[in-house]
């Protein structure tokens, strides 16, 4: 009889590991109950997610609370709906590879002779500051995880994209004029407040007092995705520079998937991460450009 018992509460034990409902009881006994069902409530995560992508890790019951407590989001499952997940990673190779279709594109084709030099001086610096830019924002203040399929996809939408204006401003022979100033103005300033907001989020993330907090400050405060307004700034931007209206089409494309897609899924995302936090921001803050939308 002790031996049958014994083999009785071994295969609970084991049970309790994959079954969500042992990970997350529904007895009023259990004191931690309601602080779990909260949890789940913040997140919108289903107790069954939780139990099984517990349970394959090997944790027990007593594991997971204080475990949600000193993370500042949960990150060792992921929803399936979310474009943007809770994951770390260093991502070195896609995200070299974001930066290696910027710079390939940008020289591919620089050696054009026939066009203005100071027009080619100006398209081929603006895109290698770009470049550097761009490294410098996706390894040091991007932490999420970068996919291989998103690496290879935006690494070859920007070679396109930065081969078409390069040749573009380079074939022209025309002086410089007022719509290359402004496009350069665009492109400075749309790159300086994309840096300086990734940069003002960044220095407050590291401190410890504000993990977990939803970043509302800086730059932020005039914008909910004010970084996607210095990018579509500087696209705009390098596009004027080329003199070619057709060179027009990518930024303003970019603008459509930022306004129709990144941003809605973002503030999904956002939305589920600090629940009451994102909602009292988005009513107080312009969602992409500041003071008008």
Request: net charge positive; charged share 20%.
């Amino acid at each position: 009889m002790n031996g049958s018992g014994t083999e009785r509460n071994a295969g609970k034990s084991r049970q309790s590991k994959v079954e969500p409902t042992a990970l997350w009881p529904t007895s009023q006994a259990n004191p931690a109950t309601g602080e779990q069902r909260q949890l789940l409530k913040m997140w919108r995560i289903t107790s069954r997610q939780i139990g099984d992508d517990a349970g394959r890790k090997g944790m027990q019951d007593e594991e997971i609370i204080p475990l949600l407590h000193r993370s500042d989001h949960p990150t060792f499952w992921r929803q399936k709906d979310m474009a943007f997940q809770d994951e770390h990673s260093p991502s070195i190779i896609p995200k070299a590879l974001v930066s290696a279709g910027i710079l390939a594109g940008t020289l591919a084709r620089s050696d054009i002779s026939a066009g203005n030099e100071t027009r080619q001086l100006i398209i081929l610096s603006c895109c290698l500051i770009y470049f550097f830019r761009a490294t410098i924002c996706n390894f040091i203040f991007l932490k999420r995880k970068v996919s291989w399929i998103e690496g290879c996809t935006v690494s070859f939408l920007f070679f396109i994209m930065f081969d078409l204006w390069v040749v573009s401003a380079g074939s022209h022979t025309e002086p410089i004029w007022l719509i290359d100033i402004v496009g350069l103005f665009l492109f400075l300033t749309g790159s300086f407040i994309n840096t300086l907001a990734d940069y003002q989020r960044f220095i407050w993330k590291r401190k410890i007092e504000n993990k977990g907090r939803l970043y509302t400050k800086g730059l932020f405060k005039y914008s909910m995705h004010i970084n996607y307004f210095g990018d579509s700034m500087a696209y705009v931007g390098l596009a004027m520079i080329t003199m070619e209206v057709v060179c027009l089409f990518p930024p303003f494309a970019i603008i459509a998937i930022f306004v129709a897609y990144m941003i809605p899924t973002l503030d999904l995302y956002l939305s589920k991460k600090y629940a009451d936090e994102f909602e009292d921001y988005s009513k107080q803050t312009k969602k992409y450009i500041p003071f008008v939308y």
